[in-house]
């Protein structure tokens, strides 16, 4: 049987303030289930592979904001984002990230033209998926760095839906 490439983080916390700079791809928000999902490139060299993502998936989440930024483009863009839906791309310009009675305090920036959220959840569980890509006639092709199977950019966590945003055309 032949594995994809996911690894859980251990450190998830520690593995969030990583995310400086990193593209976002998605995010959903489930405010009936409490979480909060962020699919995101990621800075790890450990492996060998030719990219890295990351998708951080918070438990308990409460007190979800989504603070609007200046360009127009993103002011639908509330509890759910997918970097697909759009020419301009977002990257995480900010992050902190704080505890008090047992609780955790999330505040991520991206920057004047998106905005930012913040919240405050219970629990966090980090993994990150390897992969190789290759360039054919143009376009990007992206495999998992352990069974080799094609996925698409946009979702490398099938597992993490992100629902399209509003038609744009």
Not at 5 to 24: D, H, N, Y
Not at 31 to 36: D, K, N, P
Not at 40 to 56: M, T
Request: aromatic content about 16%.
């Amino acid at each position: 049987m032949v594995r994809d490439s996911f690894r859980e983080v251990k450190q998830p916390w520690e593995a969030l303030l990583k995310l400086q700079e990193c593209l976002v791809l998605g995010f959903v928000y489930e405010e009936s289930q409490h979480r909060f999902a962020l699919v995101a490139d990621f800075p790890d060299d450990v492996r060998e592979s030719d990219r890295a993502f990351v998708a951080f998936r918070f438990f308990g989440v409460r007190d979800f904001v989504r603070e609007r930024g200046d360009l127009s483009w993103y002011e639908d863009v509330v509890d759910s984002y997918t970097s697909a839906d759009y020419e301009a791309s977002v990257v995480i310009q900010h992050v902190s990230s704080s505890k008090e009675l047992g609780r955790r305090s999330v505040e991520l920036w991206f920057g004047p033209n998106f905005g930012g959220i913040r919240f405050s959840c219970d629990e966090l569980k980090v993994t990150v998926r390897y992969a190789y890509a290759s360039e054919i006639d143009g376009s990007w092709i992206y495999r998992d760095a352990e069974s080799r199977e094609e996925f698409d950019f946009y979702t490398p966590f099938p597992d993490i839906a992100v629902p399209p945003e509003i038609d744009r055309g």
